[in-house]
């Protein structure tokens, strides 16, 4: 079925290819504004074709496949096509000037997204992404929220705009998290977040805590750590880092045609700016000076319990199954 799936979205891509050829090129006829946004505008053309036609195959499938997995997981549940409650889309960030809805995921390349986008947006005057603080990047008024706006503005944005998400195998991402804001020492961000959440977590799921621990909260153990995150007895134990994709970008309401993933992030970053008819900036490459997370899941989940690993699948599960990602990805096994 897979080798099925690619072969059908090759098929789709040339056909789409020949079509955009012919409406381009096909009589004197004046092109919508649709059909200059996909196919072309006197400044920028877009092509099916080229050095990026394996991401272009790749979005594409990615979106066919989250329609999909929402229908088999979700059935005839109604996800509603009305915008009853406009804070459920406050991590999707507006771009007006290339019609461009992004839902942000914290420990997913948000901040570099956002670097990207100000630079794109002109919100920053050079064009290195890298040059601008992460904590501007990240800064309240720097982007519109889409919950921020009318419900009638909503639905239209949701209906005509590009819409772009970037996932991550959810029990990467937790690690993620929990080295970059509770193991971390002596950085302003995981300061914050030890003394927020790292004290609570001792002081609830640590016997005979040490009088430093218990002040500093900055020795959180990461089986502690997913006691807390797994704990649904308070609300207090969720965060945007660790919330699940599917609570704070509602896949299977927001239609999103572009699908990113984290493994392929350069790639389709590339594909995403070029499909914006952005040419003045280069998405960041991953740095190689420093272990990626992907190479320390062994360390960390082998600490856990069979029924801390239980908790943790049914808190992600939708992340898992929505996107496309297993357990034996991270642990070898899957938990029954």
């Given at each position: 079925?897979?080798g099925?799936?690619?072969?059908?979205?090759?098929?789709?891509?040339?056909?789409?290819?020949?079509?955009?050829?012919?409406?381009?090129?096909?009589?004197?006829?004046?092109?919508?504004?649709?059909?200059?946004?996909?196919?072309?505008?006197?400044?920028?053309?877009?092509?099916?074709?080229?050095?990026?036609?394996?991401?272009?195959?790749?979005?594409?499938?990615?979106?066919?496949r989250?329609?999909?997995?929402?229908?088999?997981?979700?059935?005839?549940?109604?996800?509603?096509?009305?915008?009853?409650?406009?804070?459920?889309?406050?991590?999707?960030?507006?771009?007006?000037?290339?019609?461009?809805?992004?839902?942000?995921?914290?420990?997913?390349?948000?901040?570099?997204?956002?670097?990207?986008?100000?630079?794109?947006?002109?919100?920053?005057?050079?064009?290195?992404?890298?040059?601008?603080?992460?904590?501007?990047?990240?800064?309240?008024?720097?982007?519109?929220?889409?919950s921020?706006?009318?419900t009638?503005?909503?639905?239209?944005?949701?209906?005509?705009?590009?819409?772009?998400?970037?996932?991550?195998?959810?029990?990467?991402?937790?690690?993620?998290?929990?080295?970059?804001?509770?193991?971390?020492?002596?950085?302003?961000?995981?300061?914050?977040?030890?003394?927020?959440?790292?004290?609570?977590?001792?002081?609830?799921?640590?016997?005979?805590?040490?009088?430093?621990?218990?002040?500093?909260?900055?020795?959180?153990?990461?089986?502690?750590?997913?006691e807390?995150?797994?704990?649904?007895?308070?609300?207090?134990?969720?965060?945007?880092?660790?919330?699940?994709?599917?609570?704070?970008?509602?896949?299977?309401?927001?239609?999103?045609?572009?699908?990113?993933?984290?493994?392929?992030?350069?790639?389709?970053?590339?594909?995403?700016?070029?499909?914006m008819?952005?040419?003045?900036?280069?998405?960041?490459?991953?740095?190689?000076?420093?272990?990626?997370?992907?190479?320390?899941?062994?360390?960390?989940?082998?600490?856990?319990?069979?029924?801390?690993?239980?908790?943790?699948?049914?808190?992600?599960?939708?992340?898992?199954?929505?996107?496309?990602?297993?357990?034996?990805?991270?642990?070898?096994?899957?938990?029954?």
């Amino acid at each position: 079925m897979t080798g099925c799936r690619a072969w059908g979205t090759v098929l789709l891509i040339l056909i789409v290819s020949i079509s955009t050829v012919r409406a381009i090129t096909v009589g004197d006829r004046t092109l919508t504004n649709d059909e200059k946004k996909w196919f072309g505008t006197e400044n920028f053309m877009y092509s099916w074709t080229g050095p990026n036609a394996l991401a272009r195959s790749a979005l594409l499938e990615r979106q066919e496949r989250l329609q999909y997995n929402c229908e088999e997981i979700l059935g005839d549940v109604d996800t509603g096509n009305e915008v009853t409650n406009p804070e459920i889309f406050r991590n999707i960030l507006v771009d007006e000037q290339h019609e461009l809805l992004y839902c942000y995921v914290p420990k997913v390349a948000c901040t570099n997204w956002k670097r990207v986008l100000m630079v794109a947006t002109g919100k920053w005057p050079g064009n290195d992404p890298m040059e601008i603080p992460a904590d501007q990047a990240h800064s309240q008024g720097t982007f519109q929220r889409l919950s921020n706006y009318t419900t009638p503005e909503i639905a239209r944005m949701l209906a005509s705009y590009d819409k772009l998400i970037v996932v991550r195998h959810p029990l990467e991402r937790l690690l993620s998290a929990y080295r970059n804001k509770l193991e971390a020492k002596h950085e302003k961000s995981s300061i914050y977040f030890q003394t927020r959440f790292g004290k609570k977590i001792i002081k609830r799921y640590r016997q005979n805590a040490t009088e430093q621990s218990l002040r500093n909260g900055d020795d959180v153990t990461f089986r502690e750590f997913v006691e807390f995150v797994t704990d649904d007895s308070s609300n207090e134990t969720r965060n945007e880092h660790w919330k699940p994709i599917y609570e704070l970008c509602q896949p299977c309401l927001v239609n999103y045609n572009l699908v990113s993933k984290y493994e392929s992030l350069v790639e389709d970053a590339t594909e995403v700016l070029e499909r914006m008819g952005v040419e003045s900036v280069n998405f960041p490459a991953k740095p190689t000076n420093s272990e990626p997370t992907s190479k320390k899941l062994e360390k960390y989940y082998s600490t856990l319990t069979y029924k801390q690993l239980r908790k943790l699948v049914d808190l992600y599960k939708l992340d898992l199954r929505l996107f496309d990602y297993s357990l034996e990805d991270v642990l070898g096994f899957s938990v029954a």
